[in-house]
């Protein structure tokens, strides 16, 4: 994995609550046995027609949301499904942040494991953000800050292993892989 | 005061006891997976994983692997040598035929009598036992806390995690107790419990949480019941629900086939009745139900939170974006009243309610009664040892000679990914877990119940509270 530090980029904002991994990636799209790809079928439901045509209604089909980088959502993103399928869609499409006021557990932690920022921001810098779509924002890993234009900065949290990890462009299995020893002994303490 | 803090929760006890590492401000703990319970959807990508870094599945006792998300229910597609529909399906069975023989682990197939619905068939074996950590790429793992274990959905990289380590990086949830008390009343059920408490909480209320249901309504629920209410606890964003172990859980796991036997028998079960919140325990959050003031439950809107008692009128929210969007796809008024909506689909099956007691309680309301003309009812079995024992009892030609649809085990309509699909635009009163947009086909409108409400609501086509069709 690359290691991440920055993330510089104009915010697509999709303000409602609870929007969920089966929205993010219908589950008719997850019969794939590989990650790539995903990004086509990403939203899919709010994206096409039923005619398979885009829908010009919807944020991602704007001109304005090209090559944005940071989805700020509403709260609870990414409940439902463990569908892992979901960071991956994100990720393919090209967005590489989610900020948010709160972010579902299992889809912060696939998040995590593929690269993909998971954000959590206090209730006025999301208003704010919600408020003013498209804005150019940063957000730096190392510092555990967001930056609005109006050079307000935020602190966001972030487990302190998955930011090692995310920096250094490392996987988390190295590191399991690395306490076998323990495991064994576990094992053997156990009689498991 | 010192006291008070050697005071642990049923939670804390099985974390620590799985702690290879605790956790320290810079490294989440290795916590160590007793049993991980894999299926075809969120396995391939892991089985890649592993074969890319050349390792081999660790430890493959612990290990067990079924076929039930993408596999059709249709008995000719499953048996009959006719090909599995959904051709993306057919290769995804397929993957996990050919990862299974390659890494050597454990596949209850096709075609084997035990295969099932992963949640259903691992209690069923008796694979699921209290005490126990267990993992699968599933958020529905939390049914398996309704015995006492701590279990929870993780994703496809964690999967190879555990094939890889039998070990999962995990910082510790914190608690919430869930303290229901009093009688569920007549008709009232398992399912009404859950739908009122994620309405209650709400459907990220239970974030960063593991939930404790306790309380003397909980005490009155069989394994069954538990594991309907254990099911949904991810529907309140919880990362697990757990119930403590007690007599009701030894007698369902007595002679399973995977449960400990003879001398091991009564030692697991003493070591399991110590597996208890200490009274005075302390809980990070907490939240009292009174089970005696509650109604049959039914879904009106997209997440299993907007949810009513079914003789409820939908409320009316002022400057609410996504409740409008979400009456909108339901092609809902606020004000409107749920009893007497139209249906198109009922939907029997699933984790949540695809076991035998579901299927009896189903056919206590369709027993003598006919499905209304024009309303699809679909009642899949949980498992294949669920379908024999329906068979056996009658239960199947009950739903026959009603107009029902009974098919093979699966996930089948709860996730439309097998050729189970609501069609677009219509009304299915369903079992299942998720009313999501498009959760069982794209455009499909769910409202999620009990068995006995879909079994009624199915005889009338219409949404109908099954106390008027239950004998008292």
Redesign the interface.
């Given at each position: 994995m690359q290691p991440i530090r920055k993330i510089a980029s104009k915010t697509v904002v999709m303000p409602s609550a609870n929007i969920d991994t089966d929205q993010i990636i219908p589950a008719r799209f997850l019969t794939i046995t590989t990650k790539d790809g995903l990004g086509r079928e990403l939203f899919a439901d709010w994206r096409y027609l039923s005619d398979g045509l885009p829908n010009p209604d919807f944020i991602l089909n704007k001109p304005e949301a090209a090559g944005c980088r940071i989805l700020v959502a509403g709260r609870n993103v990414g409940c439902g499904s463990s569908r892992e399928h979901a960071p991956w869609a994100l990720l393919d499409y090209g967005f590489r942040a989610v900020v948010s006021t709160e972010i579902a557990d299992i889809f912060r932690s696939n998040s995590l494991k593929n690269g993909l920022l998971p954000v959590v921001v206090d209730a006025a810098t999301h208003q704010w953000l919600i408020e003013h779509p498209g804005a150019q924002i940063d957000i730096d890993l190392e510092r555990m800050r967001l930056t609005l234009p109006t050079g307000v900065s935020a602190a966001f949290p972030m487990e302190a292993f998955a930011r090692h990890c995310l920096l250094n462009g490392l996987d988390e299995l190295g590191y399991l892989r690395s306490r076998l020893q323990d495991i064994e002994h576990y094992e053997a303490a156990h009689s498991v | 005061m010192i006291e008070s803090m050697s005071l642990r929760t049923l939670f804390d006890k099985v974390w620590t006891a799985h702690e290879?590492?605790a956790e320290t401000?810079?490294?989440?703990a290795?916590l160590?997976v007793?049993l991980h319970l894999t299926h075809e959807?969120?396995s391939?990508?892991a089985f890649?994983?592993l074969r890319a870094?050349g390792l081999p599945v660790r430890r493959k006792d612990?290990t067990l692997a079924t076929l039930d998300?993408?596999t059709p229910t249709v008995t000719e597609q499953v048996f009959g040598g006719v090909p599995i529909k959904?051709d993306?399906?057919a290769?995804?069975v397929h993957?996990l035929e050919k990862n299974a023989v390659e890494f050597g682990i454990e596949l209850l197939g096709m075609r084997d009598a035990r295969r099932g619905i992963v949640h259903v068939i691992s209690p069923e074996l008796g694979a699921t036992q209290p005490g126990m950590t267990i993992v699968c790429?599933?958020?529905h793992t939390s049914t398996h806390g309704a015995f006492g274990a701590l279990a929870f959905?993780?994703?496809?990289?964690?999967v190879?995690?555990v094939f890889?380590?039998?070990?999962?990086?995990q910082?510790k949830p914190k608690t919430f107790a869930v303290n229901v008390e009093g009688r569920l009343p007549h008709g009232v059920t398992a399912k009404d419990l859950i739908l009122a408490i994620i309405g209650r909480i709400g459907?990220?209320g239970g974030?960063?949480h593991v939930l404790e249901y306790r309380g003397s309504a909980i005490a009155a629920l069989s394994m069954e019941q538990r594991m309907t209410v254990c099911n949904m606890s991810?529907?309140a964003?919880a990362?697990a629900g757990m119930i403590a172990p007690d007599e009701a859980t030894f007698a369902y796991l007595h002679e399973r086939p995977r449960s400990p036997k003879g001398k091991h028998w009564d030692a697991a079960v003493e070591r399991w009745t110590a597996l208890r919140s200490d009274p005075g325990a302390a809980f990070d959050l907490s939240v009292d139900i009174d089970a005696s003031r509650l109604e049959p439950m039914i879904t009106y809107g997209t997440?299993p939170?907007m949810v009513l008692p079914i003789s409820a009128s939908i409320p009316r929210k002022s400057d609410n974006?996504?409740f409008d969007?979400a009456l909108a796809y339901m092609g809902f008024q606020a004000g409107d009243s749920m009893l007497g909506k139209p249906i198109n689909v009922a939907f029997i099956g699933s984790c949540t309610n695809g076991r035998l007691e579901d299927l009896q309680s189903a056919a206590r309301i369709l027993k003598g009664r006919k499905v209304a003309a024009g309303v699809h009812l679909l009642i899949v079995p949980g498992s294949q040892q669920v379908k024999r024992e329906a068979e056996a009892l009658g239960l199947a030609d009950i739903f026959k000679a009603a107009g029902a649809d009974w098919r093979e085990s699966g996930c089948s309509m709860c996730?439309?990914?097998n050729g189970d699909l609501v069609p677009?635009g219509q009304y299915s009163v369903s079992t299942s877990n998720?009313n999501?947009?498009?959760?069982q086909g794209?455009?499909a409108r769910t409202l999620l119940a009990s068995p006995f409400t879909a079994a009624a609501s199915a005889v009338t086509g219409r949404i109908t509270d099954p106390r008027d069709m239950l004998a008292a």
């Open positions: - | 290879v590492v401000p810079d490294t989440p290795v160590y007793d959807v969120t391939p990508q890649t994983a870094a612990r998300h993408s959904v993306a399906a290769r995804q993957e790429g599933d958020s959905g993780i994703g496809s990289t964690e190879g995690h890889a380590t039998q070990c999962l990086l910082r459907v990220s974030t960063g991810i529907e964003g990362r997440n939170g974006a996504a969007k996730i439309g990914m677009g998720r999501f947009e498009g959760r794209a455009g």
